[in-house]
């Protein structure tokens, strides 16, 4: 389960050994991370972002990844993928957003974009246990 609350973040997940780096999480035996971002809501008062939706599709518009796609929501959980080069590696970033009362969460795993498929689905449960405060 992943515990977001103000600027703390607390990862349990599995078997998986995690290292916590200022909201970020990585795994040295699995080639994946996460990163939670909090924003307050209050510098987004009077704008068009009045929901997580709302945020979520700001995010989407103002990647700077490539072959960024559209919103998807298959699952439940509305999510975009897109693709970012750091360096000499290529990676893929699954990006999701939530909200609390004060708050709203970027929430993002990225891979390996050649391993991307391989986490996917595991990503997708991750973030189904993931709860704000």
């Known amino acids: 389960m992943i515990f977001l609350h103000a ?3 607390l990862f349990f997940g599995g078997k998986d050994y995690e290292k916590s780096i200022d909201r970020m999480v990585a795994s040295p035996t699995e080639r994946i991370a996460f990163c939670a971002i909090r924003e307050e809501k209050s510098p987004f008062e009077g704008s068009e972002i009045t929901s997580v939706e709302a945020y979520l599709q700001f995010q989407h518009d103002n990647s700077k990844g490539k072959n960024v796609t559209a919103i998807k ?3 439940g959980i509305p999510y975009f993928e897109y693709e970012y080069t750091n360096g000499n590696q290529t990676f893929r970033y699954f990006t999701t957003a939530m909200e609390s009362d004060s ?3 970027t929430l993002q795993c990225f891979t390996p974009t050649d391993e991307y498929d391989s986490y996917k689905d595991r990503i997708l449960n991750w973030m189904r246990n993931v709860r704000v405060e």
């Open 7 to 9: 600027q703390t973040l």
């Open 103 to 105: 708050a709203y969460y």
């Open 73 to 75: 929501n298959e699952t």
